[in-house]
């Protein structure tokens, strides 16, 4: 199986490399235009409103004037940023974006012009690494972006990103591990066909596709959430949030270079969306019971299964833009080191031990279930009981202590958990109050001595 398809994908001529590499630049574009226009409407609908419906049918057109409108729209750049870093930035993110596709499966074998080839550009025994490789590139455009501006909210907002990359990569890579284990495999085609084999419930046969967000449901939840803060999304947007930092590491870019970020942010939603869908929903497999019927599990109808998981996953990050409000970095952070990464490190162990007994026979008899049990209680003790009583960090009792002053070091800032703000005392002082019997010169006199 392995030998075969590699024979298929070092089989293609030159020019259907070259078809399909067109296919996938212009599917893109394509994408994102309709993604612009979809998520607008979306959440106008959440929101009672009407969305786009000025220009071309149901408003179709107004994502195409906005693109055209960035790329003709004056592209300045300030007068101390890094001239090419400044310019180099976007076209990493950009190239980044696309270049992650080349790996994801649209769909199966199928017959181009008289040779049969797949709808995948290539694939690599380690193609997943290869998509979260990328992936770390297109940070570098986030980063270096922030750098080069000169600017203090672009720079916060690339630390930022810096931030959250680390945290949330190491959850999405965790979160694959499982994956890698019981499909024995890191090529996206290979993980793909392993989802197909149909889930048996003893000597019973349900017909149901294993595919892995079924089978290992914390990993795609962890990978869910991860997949939202490494893509910048709502309510993970802490690298360009406006209401902190104007745009983040987006504020001192306009125009073409502008366009490059907007593009990117909406093709690696897709992205995310793909490796999902390739991972955990069987790729462009049809679901149940579709599966059943065999021209509806294969050929160009793959394709048609691919879009429609990866549009739903899109639909995911929409709800989630339209509902939920931004979070403050500090949640942020302890979601990522608290909680997804211990997690994903507990369920990649049990994993381990789950494929281990099954192999060595550990799961038989009742001294399994005994030691089950008692993992069982333990952990529900541990959840139930074994936290604190309150979420507040060690020390704050220490920092309490005395009057807290919002403007101690220059800046304002918010008080700590169990910390509280003096009393607000009068601007104007007791001298300063006029009783309808006082003469004017007395008013006069005040006024110069509160003055002086």
């Known amino acids: 199986m392995n030998i075969l398809e590699n024979q298929i994908f070092g089989a293609d001529p030159w020019w259907i490399v070259l078809i399909k590499v067109v296919m996938i630049f212009v599917l893109l574009l394509v994408w994102t235009i309709f993604n612009v226009w979809y998520e607008r409407r979306v959440v106008a609908k959440m929101q009672h409103r009407l969305g786009p419906i000025m220009n071309g049918p149901f408003g179709l057109g107004q994502a195409l004037a906005d693109g055209a409108k960035l790329i003709l729209k004056e592209d300045f750049r300030p007068t101390k940023t890094d ?19 080349a790996v994801i499966p649209f769909g199966g074998e199928v017959r181009m012009f008289g040779h049969t080839t ?32 000169n600017s203090t909210y672009s720079l916060l907002g690339s630390i930022r990103s810096t931030a959250q990359m680390i945290s949330y990569e190491v959850a999405m890579g965790l979160a694959l591990v499982a994956v890698f284990m019981f499909s ?23 017909g149901i596709p294993g595919w892995y967000a079924l089978l290992l449901f914390p990993s795609f939840i962890i990978y869910a959430i991860s997949m939202v803060g490494e893509t910048n999304r709502a309510p993970f947007d802490l690298p360009e949030c406006e209401s902190e930092l104007v745009s983040g590491y987006l504020t001192e870019y306009s125009g073409f270079r502008y366009a490059m ?14 490796v999902a869908t390739t991972l955990f929903l069987g790729g462009y497999r049809a679901p149940w019971p579709f599966n059943q019927i065999a021209f509806l599990d294969s050929g160009w109808f793959g394709v048609l299964w691919f879009v429609i998981k990866v549009q739903l996953l899109i639909t995911v990050f929409v709800w989630l833009r339209g509902t939920l409000p931004r979070f403050r970095y500090d949640q942020f952070m302890h979601l990522g080191w608290k909680w997804l990464i211990p997690i994903s490190l507990v369920w990649i162990v049990a994993i381990s031990l789950l494929r281990a007994g099954q192999n060595e026979g550990w799961f038989r008899g009742p001294v399994f279930f005994v030691v089950l049990g008692v993992i069982i209680v333990g952990l529900l003790a541990f959840i139930l009981f074994g936290g604190r009583k309150d979420d507040e960090p060690e020390g704050v009792s220490e920092v309490t202590e005395g009057d807290f002053d919002a403007f101690a070091g220059g800046y304002p800032v918010p008080p700590m958990p169990g910390q509280q703000l003096p009393e607000l005392v009068s601007v104007v002082p007791s001298t300063l109050a006029y009783p309808d019997d006082n003469p004017a010169d007395e008013r006069a006199a005040t006024t110069n001595g509160a003055d002086s």
């Open 83 to 101: 001239r090419w870093i400044f310019n180099l930035a976007p076209l990493l993110t950009g190239t980044a974006a696309f270049t992650a596709w």
């Open 118 to 149: 797949r709808l995948q550009l290539t694939d690599l025994p380690v193609a997943v690494l290869f998509v979260l490789a990328i992936a770390s590139i297109g940070i570098y455009g986030i980063v270096l972006a922030g750098w080069a501006s």
């Open 184 to 206: 024995s495999s890191m090529s996206t085609s290979q993980i793909v066909e392993a989802q197909a084999l149909p889930i048996r419930l003893g000597d019973f046969n349900t």
């Open 261 to 274: 970020y907007f593009l990117a942010e909406y093709i690696n939603m897709a992205t995310v969306s793909a």
